[in-house]
């Protein structure tokens, strides 16, 4: 009986720790899906459960993003940031196929206990491997939802990793015991011996032990989204031209943008739908300067079918130069790479121009919005206003369009900056 409940006990735990990793990758490649034709299957699963957790204030940060992910990261670190995640999801990957080929290949030799290759250096490569690759995708579709789900999908796997060094112990014996001792369970022993006081891998994990655990876990994966999140706002390409607040994609943009935006904010029409606007602590003024083929613009208002991501079936391409080549929006700054393709005048080229995407920003419940940094509080509401078309050197208006509220994926919570 007992051994028919420990082996129910470690089904139940695999399932839980497989169903975490699932739910982990579905959310954490949601940029994959979004870009796909099948984004609103996906969002017809999805949205509803993203929308509840916006309507509370305790729960709204789950679907906000700590990283930056329309804008070209600003600084040196944060693009650093950016290209780790291409890396660890990587390398996570290539070390949970390289050990998962070892480990089934042994059952199919018959070779016994997998202890060569990786295994020598650590006891669950596999699941390390997932954890890494995991990493990478948090930092790459950066929710605090994913840092929330790796969290606990980090918990449910050291679980599942006890348990199935238990059950192997047992049968084993002492052998599999100098094993223990000798490797590390999921970074090298040197390594884990300076972490814990105890030399003993073999203590009993209760009930409080592994809700504390949990808890660490939970408080520096989002303790670091937090302070990436507040470090990354206060870096971002701001300014403020006439009260309204500045952001560029990139960063070259910030002294032309100040310049055009002043300009055009003494049109008529641009000054008329501006004035309209409610006035006082709780409002300010957004305006998201932005090559005209800037690919992902979809993500702050819907300019366009074109922007529609999901509609081009790109996908695969659009992936591979997300994830396998990361260093090309950091120097193009998302650049819809068709526009390369045509030949353009001088006049007409995209180069020359630039779209001015204008957003309301108003605070909730008489939340006082004191300065620029405020627009990217997670409690900050963002609605669409119009968006104006400019040269870039005479500083034209080529046209100017009314915009409805949502973005290109209608009422997904997406990125602000």
Known sequence: MSALTNASSGTEKRIAANSAIVLSFIVALEFVIMISPFAFVFYAALNPFLLALNQSVLTRWLTAFFLP????????????VRVLGSVFFLLGMAVFIVCAVQVYGGKLLKLG????????????????????????????????LTLVLFAIMLWLYYLLARDEERRMLNRFG??????????????????ERLIRRSKSQRQPLTAAGAAAILVVLLIICVGTGVLLRSYTVHHLQLAQVGGIDVITITPEDLQPAEELVEGI????????????????????VLAYF?????????????TGEQWKLFQHHKTMRLIAEYVVHPFSHLTGGHAHSAAASHNFSMHDSPLMKRRIIFVEISGEHQQRLASAYDDFDINAQHRPLFFV?????????????????????????????
């Open 69 to 80: 992910h329309m804008v070209v990261p600003p600084n040196l670190l944060l693009k650093a």
């Open 113 to 144: 206990v997998a202890s060569r290759g990786l295994y020598r250096v650590v006891r669950h490569p596999q699941y390390m491997g997932l954890a890494i690759a995991a990493l990478g995708l948090a930092l790459m579709w950066p929710r605090f």
């Open 389 to 417: 078309d400019v040269h870039m050197h005479t500083g034209q208006i080529l046209q100017l369009t009314e915009l409805h509220e949502g973005s290109g994926w209608g009422r997904v919570p997406t990125p602000t900056f």
């Open 265 to 284: 904010t003494q049109d008529t029409d641009v000054s008329g739908k501006l004035a309209a606007l409610p006035s006082g602590d709780g409002h300010r």
């Open 174 to 191: 002492e052998g599999y015991g100098a094993y223990l001792e000798r490797t590390g369970m999921f970074v090298p022993c040197w390594i």
């Open 290 to 302: 932005v090559p005209v083929d800037y690919i992902m613009q979809g993500m702050i208002a819907d």
